[in-house]
């Protein structure tokens, strides 16, 4: 990898941030699946790839979603939501497994960014995550990991902070 594109790539995990606000304006489906191949590029124990995918734009199924958490103007206001789910049936390791899934939903956030694309981690509706899988109608070998909200950010005035790095290593000797 050259020097440059190295840089390209910490210059997108340093500016991406979460949108919640999102322009009524279609996103392109050659777009999020571009995003989806790159998360699923992501690492994951013996390569068992335990992700997968439910990508939704049914304004009534974002509706019904969107009752089940207290992000609703998120849910109902994106152009899609991917629900980001674990295959309980590829699984080997619920950990290792778990964690896999979180670096394929960061490169997913990463590849949106990069094309421009704004989007959300969305968490809190994990308390309702069987009540999910009842909307969607899928199988109960299916656990959900995440929604992630997608569109157009309808601004760029998002802020957020880190602690220093001097606060977070607890040890190097
Ligand atoms: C596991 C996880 C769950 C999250 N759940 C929510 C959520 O339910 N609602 C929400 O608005 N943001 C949620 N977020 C986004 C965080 O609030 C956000 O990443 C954090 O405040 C840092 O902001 P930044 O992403 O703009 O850097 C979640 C993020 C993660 C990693």
């Known amino acids: ?54 990508v939704l734009r049914d304004p009534d199924l974002k509706d019904r979603l969107a009752r089940l958490t207290r992000y609703a103007a998120t849910f109902r206001g994106a152009p899609v939501l991917v629900g980001v789910f674990l295959d309980k049936e590829s699984s080997y390791d619920y950990v290792k497994d778990c964690q896999a899934v979180g670096a394929c939903i960061q490169n997913f956030l990463l590849a949106l960014a990069s094309l421009g694309l704004g989007a959300v981690w969305l968490g809190e509706i994990l308390k309702n995550k069987e009540e999910v899988l009842r909307v969607l109608d899928l199988p109960d070998r299916l656990e959900l990991m995440a929604v992630v909200a997608v569109g157009h950010p309808a601004h760029h005035n998002q802020s957020s902070h880190r602690r220093p790095v001097e606060e977070l290593v607890i040890l190097e000797r």
């Open 1 to 54: 990898m050259t020097q440059e594109l190295y840089n390209d790539v910490i210059k997108v995990m340093t500016s991406r941030r979460s949108v919640r606000q999102f322009l009524d304006a279609p996103v392109d489906r050659k777009l999020i699946w571009e995003a989806l191949k790159a998360a699923s590029w992501a690492p994951s124990g013996l390569n068992n790839q335990p992700w997968r995918f439910a």
